[in-house]
């Protein structure tokens, strides 16, 4: 075998050339451990212990304790289904209703970039002031909506006040204000859709219906799902709107995770337990994300 030449042997990489590039992802890697991974560690070992902040005595490990209580916690698991209600029917509404707001904002009008802007007032208002507002407007004896029930005969009423009628409440608040932000992703999602195929349906004489059934929605679904994603996660994660609007009430009818977590850390200061369904809640989370995102390349192979 031939020895190659000196000059054609490739020359060792010095350390110092090695280690440069890892010197510029370091500090994004620091800062990452130290706002992310820290905290994260600290509440799973602390799910693990029966730390009280009232009680003088230091935390002590009681291993999956604290686990095992909240298979059996009566009220956790109610404030799980409520969740669970809340993003099911928020969510799957946003999700009709801004694709149908997209697909009339995506057509030619006069002042159609005006309805736009106008549309997506609710994205960029501040949660908490819109959940005043409803509130003001949901009074059963003052408010503006009962106003208007009245004046159709349907009668007054009583919104987040009874334990019947407080969910479908704070779904409805939640979906009038994030339903422009589904509207958003589908109309960037609409605007990036080939011609061709809707030349070739016109040519077949197919429906406005076949159209969208065939054609817009199976190529809209990528986008439609990364909106789903979004709304899931960020509807799983809701509690300025519930805790401005009712703070759980009346009574627990209105109390999800986030909410029986604050009461848990704040009010019982049960900081161990709440680790615990802090850990629970991220666990339903990822799980719900690596879903949605397996969904989201199934239908980009399909689109």
């Given amino acids: 075998m031939t020895t190659p030449p000196l000059h054609a042997r490739p020359r060792p990489v010095p350390l110092s050339r090695r280690l440069t590039p890892m010197l510029f992802v370091l500090p994004a890697l620091l800062l990452t451990v130290v706002v992310i991974a820290f905290p994260l560690a600290y509440t799973l070992y602390q799910s693990f212990t029966n730390w009280v902040i009232t009680s003088p005595n230091p935390p002590k ?74 509130v003001t407007m949901m009074n059963p004896q003052s408010g503006v909506l009962n106003h208007f029930l009245q004046g159709a005969g349907l009668g007054p009423l009583q919104w987040i006040y009874s334990e019947k009628s407080v969910l479908p409440s704070l779904i409805l608040v939640d979906t009038w204000q994030w339903t422009p932000f589904v509207m958003l992703i589908a109309l960037a999602g609409l605007a990036t859709l080939p011609n061709e195929p809707y030349e ?104």
Avoid: C
């Fill in 200 to 303: 070739a349906a016109m040519l077949d004489g197919a429906t406005p219906w076949q159209t969208f059934w065939s054609i817009t929605l199976p190529m809209l679904m990528p986008s439609l799902f990364v909106a789903l994603l979004f709304r899931a996660i960020d509807t799983l994660k809701l509690f300025d709107t519930i805790y401005a609007m009712t703070q759980g009430g009346p009574g627990t009818a209105s109390e999800t995770v986030n909410l029986y977590l604050y009461t848990l850390s704040f009010n019982y200061f049960r900081m161990g337990y709440a680790s615990s369904m802090v850990i629970a809640l991220l666990a339903i989370v990822l799980g719900v994300t690596l879903v949605l995102i397996r969904a989201r390349k199934l239908a980009e192979k399909n689109a």
């Fill in 61 to 134: 490990f009681i291993g999956l304790a604290n686990y095992i209580e909240l298979l059996s916690d009566r009220r956790a698991l109610q404030s799980l289904g409520r969740t669970v209600l809340i993003t099911v029917f928020s969510v799957g509404l946003q999700m009709v209703l801004g694709v149908m707001m997209a697909l009339v904002m995506n057509k030619h009008f006069f002042g159609r970039g005006l309805f736009r802007t106008l549309a997506l007032f609710p994205v960029v208002a501040t949660p908490v002031a819109i959940s005043l507002i409803f």
